[in-house]
T-cell receptor, first 116, second 114 residues
């Protein structure tokens, strides 16, 4: 079974703090993703990475950065946390599924971040 | 246009009823349409997926109907059960992509009443 783990389930931080969210996958997947989930807005892509040290901006990268120093680990960094970054953050990795002729994404359980 | 529009935002169905969630897209280059299911406290997981060369795909009580000309697809849950209560996301991607990047809809929260 593919396993994607996230370092924290719940996190409370103060405005202006630097926040690190860690994600680890154990299936040697090339591609990894960070999303934020907000009610009524669905899953919005923040950043994704298609290889070690390679990254691309998603739809809402402002206020975030990422790091991928090792294949299995993808970190999301909030440089200076703000209250509008209070959200559920989901990490995923993807693998090609031949029977689908496409990729399946495997998600971690999420980190609920509150910025006060 | 990269958006996928999903409706309704929330849905309440009686046990045994049919749940229907609809999605629409604009980009005709999309060629893979999965549905993800998310239970409270969990990340989303792939439920069922379809490619545009077929108009319908059925897996157990879950069916995707696909209308290529209308650029719409929908998820039907037959004989809905309380255990189906979850948030459902439709998504789309281009098969030519080698990253597995998905465009997700806004999500539908389904509650099945006993």
């Amino acid at each position: 079974d593919v396993k994607v783990t996230q370092s924290s389930r719940y996190l409370v931080k103060r405005t202006g703090e630097k926040v690190f969210l860690e994600c680890v996958q154990d299936m040697d997947h090339e591609n990894m993703f960070w999303y934020r989930q907000d009610p009524g807005l669905g899953l919005r892509l923040i950043y994704f990475s298609y290889d070690v040290k390679m990254k691309e901006k998603g739809d809402i990268p402002e206020g975030y950065s990422v790091s991928r120093e090792k294949k299995e680990r993808f970190s999301l960094i909030l440089e200076s946390a703000s209250t509008n970054q209070t959200s559920m953050y989901l990490c995923a990795s993807s693998a090609y599924i031949g029977s689908l002729s496409s990729y399946e994404q495997y998600f971690g359980p999420g980190t609920r971040l509150t910025v006060t | 246009q990269q958006q996928v529009k999903q409706s309704p935002q929330s849905l309440i169905v009686q046990k045994g009823g049919i749940s229907i969630i609809n999605c629409a897209y604009e980009n005709t280059a999309f060629d893979y349409f999965p549905w993800y299911q998310q239970f409270p406290g969990k990340g989303p997981a792939l439920l069922i997926a379809i490619r545009p060369d077929v108009s319908e795909k059925k897996e157990g009580r879950f069916t995707i109907s696909f209308n290529k000309s209308a650029k719409q697809f929908s998820l039907h849950i037959m004989d809905s059960q309380p255990g189906d209560s979850a948030t459902y996301f439709c998504a789309a991607s281009m098969g030519s992509s080698n990253t597995g990047k998905l465009i997700f809809g806004q999500g539908t929260t389904l509650q099945v009443k006993p």
